[in-house]
Structure formats: C-alpha cells, structure tokens
C-alpha cells in the first residue's frame, strides 16, 4: 500500500532498491540487558565495549543497550554538572571507535546546541562505522513519581527513523512508547509521527523501573504499541537497582503480530540474539533458552527485594550487614532476605531486650537465628535505658511514663547497633514496614534508623504474604514469630492494636488513600468507619516529618516513600 | 498606532468606546501580600475574603492575590488528591461570591478540560460580579532546584488579555515573566503573545521563593519586563515559610519607563494601594508608606532566618524549642535566632558535657545563656556514654577508640534531647551548618537531629558573618564563642582542623561545587590544591546518605540541601 503512494520519480527509485536489497535482507539484533553503576563511567563503558565486540563474535547487525547506558539510571542531578556530561560524551565517543563491523544503540545525554529550552537531551546514539552515525532524543519526559526527567531535558521535537542496513528503525526512548491509554499525559506521541516515515521495526531503550504492577503494564504497553503500529518491537530495559529503585529486566522482543518471541530475565543481566526479516518483518530466536518464571506476585517483590539490598552493598562496596531481631514478624522477614542476598557470613543480627521484652520474643529470636546460622548477640538496653532514666530524673520528676520513655529505649536499641556500625563497618538494615511509616508508629533516630529500609514498600499484611512464600517449603520463619499479636514491646502488655486499627483494616484504609490517593468521603463509601478513616489519614499527613528522616526504601509499589512522594510537611490538610 | 490599524466595521466602534472611557479612566489597584498555610483552606480562604472586603471598603477597583493563594505554596503532591484539587475550586467559588463590586484575581490550580496533556493547570482566577469571570493559565513550569510544577500542571498555550473597567490586563503567573535571560530555559515567551494585544499593564502573580541573591534576580526581571514590553507592572508575591521554603515578599509596583513606585515589606504581610491612569499608564501610590530597609545581606538572611523558624513552629502549632549548647558558634547563633523568633520564654538550652568536652565550652554556653537569660540545663553524657561502653565491652574488646565512641557520645546527646522533646513537647532545633553538612563531619542520629536545621544552608564563614551582625550592638554571643578553634570535642583535643581544610578554603571548594557545579579541574585551576579538591568533593558525594536523613533546612541560598538538590546514593563520581 506505502509503496504505491510513493509511484513516481526518485522516491520510485529508491523504493525499488530498497525493495531489491530487503528481499535478500535481514538484520542480526542482539539486546544487552546489563546492570550499569550511576556516574560510574569506566565500569559502564567497559562492560558496553565487552559486550560490542561479544555481539560481532556472534555476528550481531546491531546490538542495543538500555536507556542511559553510559553514565547509569537515574543520574539526578549530576546531569546539573557540565562535567559530569561531558564524560558521558566522551565514553559515547570511545564506544563509537568499538563499533566497527557492528552497529550498537547506547543511550546518553546530549546536549541541546539551540540557545532555546533545557540545555540537554536524553539521547539514544547510533553508533557504525567507528562514529556517532545518528542521535535521537527522547520526546515523551516523564516527570511523575520518581520521574524528574523534564528537570534535566528538553523534549524532541524533530521525528526521523534511521535506516541502517536497509532496515528502517523507529527508534524510542522508554516513556516515547507511554502515551498510550486514555487519559494521556502528553499531548502528542512520537510513534504516530515515525510511523508516517514507514519504519520496519520499533527498537525502544528504556530504563523502567520494578513496582508489582509494572511487568503487567509493561506488557500492556508494548503490546498496544505493536498492535497500532504494526510492526515488530525490540524492547531493552536497564538491570539491576540504585538506591531505592529496582530495575528488573525483562526486555521483550514482539513480532508484528504482537506475539512475544522472547522476555529476557527478570531480576539479572542476559543477552537476547534475534534474526529479522526486513521484508516479512519476521523474527527468529537465534538463542534461545528457557529462563525462570515466577508463580505469584510476592515471589517477584522478594526476587526484588533480594536484588535491592545485593545491590545496594555491592555498588558502594559494603559487605557486611546488621540488624536488630526482635522476635517480631519484621525483622525475622528482612534478616531471610538479607542472608540471600549477602550470605549468612556477611548478615549479624543482634537482640536488644529490656525490661519489656517478653521471653519468647527473645527465645523466638534466637530461634531464628540458630536455624539461619548466623552470627548474634543478646545486648541488653536495660543498663542504657536505667542510665538515661537517671541522667533525665531531675527534669522528668514527677511526670508519668509515656511516649518519651518508650523511645528512648528504641533510640538506645539505635545506638548500639549504629556504634556496631561504626566500628566494624556494617551497614544497618531498616526493619520498619509500610504500615508503620505511614502513620508514623516508629521512632525516629530509634527503630527508623539504617542504612537502606527493607520492607518500607510493604503493608504488614503484604509482609505476612512475604512470610508464607518464604516458610512454604521450609520454617525459616518460626512459627512462634508468625501467629504472635505484633508489638513493639516498649511498655507492659503493648500491642500495635492498642493504638492502631487491625492491619487488615489499616492497609485497604492506607492502600486507598496513599496508592489510590481517594478522598476520605470515598474511603468511607467504600465500607470503613468515619472516626477511624480519619484518625489514619491524619496520622499519615501529620507523620511527613518522620519519613522525611526515614532511610532509603526499597519501591516495590506503584507509590514508595521517598522521593516519588514529595509531601508538604508545615501544612494542614486532613490533619 | 494601534488604534489605526483597527479603523474599519465593529472594531472601530468597540474602540472609540474603549477611548471614550479610558480618557477619563483610572483602576484602583490593591496588592494583597499575604501569609497562606498549604492546604488550610478555611484559613486561607476567610483571610482573602477579608482583604476583598477591606480593599473594596478602600475604594479598590481590583485586589490582587499571590499564585496558588487558595491552597498555599507550594502545595507538592497534595495536588495529585483530586480531593485537594475539588476543596481547592470550591474555594475559589466561595470567594468570587464575595467579589462584588470589587474585583479580585486569586491563585489556585484549575482542572485541565482536555484529556490530552496533564490533569491540572497553574490558573490564576479573575473573579468580579460575585462569580468566576476569567482563568488564565501558567505558561512557562518551572521544574528545576526545589521547583516541580511541570510534575502536575500542562503549560498554558492561549494567550489572551483580559479587559476590565477599560483596562487591558496582562496577566501572568510568577515563571511567566522569568525566560528573558542570555540562556532561555524555554523556548517561548507568555508576555511577546500578550503584548499582541496591547495590554495597558501586566499583573503578576508569584510565589517567588527567597535566596540571598533572589531579591535582585527578581528586581532585574521585573525591571527587564517593563523595559521590553513599556506597560507597568504589578507584582505579588507571596510571604511566609513552607518547612525549608522561605517566602520574603517584596511585592514591587513599576512604572511604564520601569521605574519603581513602590516595594512592599519583606518578610510580613502588607497591602499596597494604587492609582493606575489607564491611559497616560501613570500610577499613583494611594497609600504610601516607609518600610523597614536593609543595609547588609547578611542582615536580610537573619530576617530570613527568623521567619523560616516562627512559620514552622506557628503553622504546625508549636511553641516551644530546645536546643543543645555546646560552646561552639553554631547552636550560639541558632540561640540568638530562636529567641528572636519564638522568645526566650519559649526557647530551652541544655549544655550535654562529656569527659571531652573542655571547662571553657561549658562555661561559655552558661555565660551565654544568662547573658540571653534563657532556662538552661547541664546534662552530663559521662554516665550514659559509660554504661554504652560497658553495654559494648564484649564486643568492642581490643579494638581502638574510633569513630563509633566519637559517635556514641553525640547519639547520646540526641537521645536525651530527643527525650526532653517528648516528655515535654519541645520541638529540637538542628544546629548542623553547610560547611559540615557538605563534608559529612557529623553525626547522623546524633547532632544532625532535629525538626528543622536552622542554619544549614549557611557554610560556616557565613555563621561567622552572621555573629558579627548579631553582635554589632550588643556582644549577644560571647567574644570566647567567637574566637576559639571550631571543635567537636568527641576525643582530647580535637579540632574540626584535624579532619578538614580550614574553612575559608574549605567554603570556597564547596561554594564552587555545590552553588556554581564547577568541575574538579575548574576549582584546581581557580587556585586550589588538587589534594584538597579531590578530597573535599569525595566527601560531598560520599555523605549524600546522610544528608538524606538530615532534617529540612532552611532555604538561603540558590543551591540547599534538600529537595531543591538531588543526588543519587549509590553512585560513583568523583568519589
């Protein structure tokens, strides 16, 4: 049909070259999925060039690599240092000299060379031939959650595909494909533009980030994407975390048909290697193997969780981890996780009693501990806590036991295992959970304390879920830990349910309010109580203060704590 | 000119009419500088409706607001609540009822009616015969240091003037007037697509957040507006503090030839009061009066400073703050400035010794809180630090004094003013400066708790500057405070000097990394020893965990830490 229109002249001509090579044509494209360091130049650059001259062994076309590949996801606002860009540009340099006999798609900044609008692109460079043979920039910048794209760059404005190999590319970068359902963000979608230019494959770079819901609507999305434009669609996403964001593979390869040749790993790095069909835009497998699936959805968050911390410590170079163990539900999760990630030589745990403390918390705890095999210590707070209660008895004179008491003994639990820290190099994992940090039932420089939270991206309930996928085949978890009411065992008898809601009940309250951001009015449509609707929703907007000061969390949800929720704090809003 | 252009049909009749009124034709202006609370809106809402009614009873013809009045600035993810958004609308309506015979233009987020593009827009509202009479929209988003709009709002891309009583108003929000500058950050500009139509004035709605070198930028836009575009200007901005934002006000009224009729006050409310001929484009000040001026920079960050602190305690329902006071200058100025801000009767210092704290610390904190005549507490640390160290023995056994006893001493000090807090409801003042925040040379849990970091926005040559203003008349803060080597007395004889170039070198480093991002090789070749560079930048990239967990700051400069600079963690650039 597009050939027809284009009957007269030169465009004739080349159409029917095009057509005489592509009869013979195909294009051997192989996917880096690889795991990048943010800023880390040398080790990414490396790793891209190893894996170029990889793929022209194999006798790759083009080899195609994720979104930022050379300086790393996200890199923040080091993008606001020139020089931090100009390394970038100069590795983008470098890999081009790599790419001969082979073309590969990196991606990069760029800068703008108009005077007009940000002073960057977020760029995918073609390189062939030993040079940067083109460049397209992003179009689509998300700016929601933890996006902050468009603080950095300015949108594309300009649509042209790349012919290479008598294949013609419509090249994308991540969120380009996004605009897709219906309330779009963007006004406009750059696959409706290249699309006119009649291109034979989409190739998209991305770097997306893992949520429990996002492998779905990924799939969604590219297979919308292939189902309108009809052609066939490489899909590379980035592996591996930074900080607080997972980034779980995945990378797809769909025929024209939308069917799914390939999905490369979750949750590590591989290498896909497909032959394409220029003209039947058919695509053959040329590796293929059989990769691991997962059964349910808390089996992804804890593959997740595990990538989170490994990566967390091997990218800064930490090895060793510690944590408090409490005998509660918590802890004993995180410590399961910490010891598959690290090692159980490289996690110590450390019970912190007081006068609170019930017995079978502490015995629980070491249950647990001698079951996992791994390193502990019972360090008593009643000598910290009896010292402070001293140092404070003066000013505290006459005023009843409560909440200033109950943290100092979370804050001296702090202590102790920030100075172990300090003095044998351990990193402090944060046990606290969604639950918890959304209405503030933690203390702040006490059990809020650590290097990188956890579960922080879990409801207590989803934790429970955590616990019967990690117990299903063996009792990691003792029982004793499972069925006891939760505690924070800082005066005698508590319970969370003293001060909270079941977490039944908190958690579709929370997840109604914080994911689904409903109005109380709706929430209580729904089914919940008025007094307790708004008794939650007031302690999660007068306890911004306290997550302000919360440690890293580890987003497995569609909205973390951190930095994809910028709350006010001096504000007075359902509060 | 104009006006010929016109000279045929309807036009031409409208015109005359225009001409016929406008000859004798004035507005009177009232500019509403007002102090909003993010998402209070009865509060917000009762205040406006009582300055429309005040200003009508002056005989104004218009009352003008500051940008997202209705809901306070800035209102972060509060604006993804479509419940927030619907109060937000509500409350427009209900002040346009109030809005007769007067006619007043407001600030509030407005939903987008298209499905394409964002859900909200940034509007400004004119309201006049008791209803909504126009919405125009913020073109221009700002989305960069501590600013998100383009995270919620689509830009505006209608551009029409709006006529009231004659006059042709040229109405913008805040950022709209900003892109005239060598180096545009966007790529078009609201006021050349209004100036189309002839507008007799512009009005300018802002939220223009306080630096220290933000007054002037601000007088140079202004200024540079009413020089292109030869119309006067009417600008409003907000007052107040949001948690770390700072708003000073200074709202300016500028003649056609961009001379300045008047400045409101900074740093408290105030009401402006004017007499515009629409024709000759004269202004008359109705209400003219002196106002406080300053004759130091130093001295506008003092006044900064105080209000940054009265807001957060008075917008959260605060009264009372602690503070520890060690002898050193940091906690000596955030003393003074507490005391300003919240009175001596409603501020608290605790002196926290240590075996390694010297007799002259100490006595300079009692000198200088009677001086201030403040209520005072000496706490000793020995026992608590003690009892850790024994709780630590068998662990510690064998290892050298390090940082983890440095650390224990200053997380003790914490808890126990922590403890103070909770007992009886002191919120705890940071005490950290720029300086030690950069480098990391502090102790997270420990001296970098707090509510709020009072002066961590200012490196320490800057607290030494201060001192000088606050001591100008009377020696507030003890010459010994003032001249001794900064020291944190956490083992014999330590001086801040041991670990860290001086800090008039040290601020400089920072000052050209953090403020200007200049490069490694930019700051070496400026003058500076690459040693040192390459260290000092180290540790500013090493420290970004901690800073994460750092209390809000008080915004001062263009460059704070805080939301307004974001840097990944796990990442490797000149670290």
Redesign the interface.
């Known amino acids: 049909m597009e050939i027809e229109n284009e009957f007269c002249g030169i465009a004739f001509r080349c159409v029917v070259l095009i057509i005489f090579e592509t009869d013979l044509q195909t294009l051997k494209i192989a996917l880096a999925q690889l795991n990048y360091?943010?800023?880390?130049f040398e080790?990414n650059t490396s790793k891209i060039i190893d894996h170029i001259n990889k793929a022209k062994i194999d006798g790759a076309d083009l080899v195609v690599f994720s979104e930022l590949s050379v300086c790393?996801y996200?890199?923040?606002?080091?993008l606001?240092?020139?020089?931090?860009v100009e390394r970038c540009i100069e590795n983008v340099e470098t890999i081009a000299k790599a790419c001969t006999g082979i073309a590969a798609i990196i991606g990069s900044p760029s800068k703008n060379p108009k005077?007009?609008?940000?002073?960057l692109f977020n760029s995918a460079y073609f390189l062939a031939d030993g040079k940067i043979a083109e460049v397209r920039h992003k179009t689509l910048l998300p700016?929601?959650d933890i996006f902050?794209e468009?603080?950095y760059f300015e949108p594309n404005r300009n649509f042209n595909i790349i012919e290479y190999k008598g294949c013609k590319i419509a090249l994308t970068i991540c969120e380009d494909l996004w605009n897709i359902n219906?309330?779009?963000?963007?006004?406009m979608n750059p696959m409706d533009e290249l699309i006119k230019q009649n291109p034979d494959v989409m190739i998209n770079i991305a770097a997306s980030p893992f949520s429990k819901s996002q492998i779905q609507s990924r799939e969604h999305v590219v297979i919308d994407n292939v189902t309108k434009y009809k052609i066939p669609l490489f899909y590379v996403n980035h592996i591996g975390?930074?900080?607080q964001l997972i980034f779980d593979g995945g990378s797809m390869v769909l025929d024209k048909d939308a069917k799914f040749v390939d999905t490369l790993n979750y949750f590590s790095e591989d290498i896909g290697f497909y032959e394409l069909d220029i003209k039947s835009k058919k695509i053959k497998n040329l590796k293929p193997v059989s990769r691991k699936t997962f059964s349910s959805s808390i089996e992804i968050v804890h593959d997740a969780l595990v990538l989170g911390i490994k990566?967390?410590f091997r990218?800064?170079g930490f090895k060793k981890a510690i944590l408090g163990l409490s005998g509660g539900i918590d802890s004993a999760v995180v410590l399961v996780l910490a010891i598959e990630a690290l090692g159980k030589e490289n996690v110590r745990v450390v019970m912190l009693p007081s006068r609170y403390s019930t017995e079978h918390s502490v015995n629980d705890a070491i249950d647990m501990a001698k079951r996992l095999n791994v390193e502990y210590?019972i360090?008593?707070?009643e000598?910290?806590f009896?010292?402070?209660e001293?140092?404070?008895s003066?000013?505290?004179e006459g005023?009843p036991f409560?909440?200033?008491?109950e943290?100092?003994q979370s804050?001296?639990r702090?202590?102790?295992l920030?100075?172990?820290c300090?003095?044998f190099g351990y990193i402090l994992l944060n046990t606290s959970n969604k639950s918890e940090l959304a209405v503030g039932y933690g203390t702040?420089?006490g059990d809020m304390?650590g290097?990188i939270s956890v579960i922080g991206d879990l409801y207590k309930t989803e934790v429970y879920d955590l616990v019967k996928h990690m117990n299903a085949i063996e009792e990691l978890i003792p029982n004793n830990i499972v069925i006891k009411a939760p505690s924070a065992e800082l005066r005698p008898d508590q319970k969370d349910s003293d001060s909270l809601p079941d977490y039944d009940l908190l958690d579709k309250i929370l997840f109604q309010y914080i994911e689904e951001?409903?109005?109380?009015?709706?929430i209580i449509a729904s089914g919940f109580d008025e007094a307790i609707v708004t008794k939650v929703l007031r302690l999660v907007n007068t306890n911004e203060?306290k997550r302000?000061?919360?440690?890293?969390v580890l987003r497995v949800s569609q909205k973390s704590f951190g930095?994809g929720?910028?709350?006010?704090?001096?504000?007075?809003?359902?509060?």
């Open positions: 360091h943010t800023g880390n080790f790393g996200p890199p923040r606002d080091f606001e240092f020139n020089d931090f005077l007009e609008g940000k002073d700016n929601y902050d468009y603080r219906d309330n779009p963000m963007y006004i975390a930074q900080t990566e967390y990218k800064q210590d360090i008593s707070i000598d910290t009896n010292t402070l001293k140092t404070l003066k000013q505290f005023t409560n909440v200033a008491e943290n100092m804050r001296s702090g202590i102790i920030m100075a172990l300090n003095k702040l420089y304390c290097g951001r409903k109005s109380p009015k709706e203060y302000l000061q919360a440690p890293p930095f929720r910028r709350m006010p704090i001096v504000a007075k809003y359902l509060s």
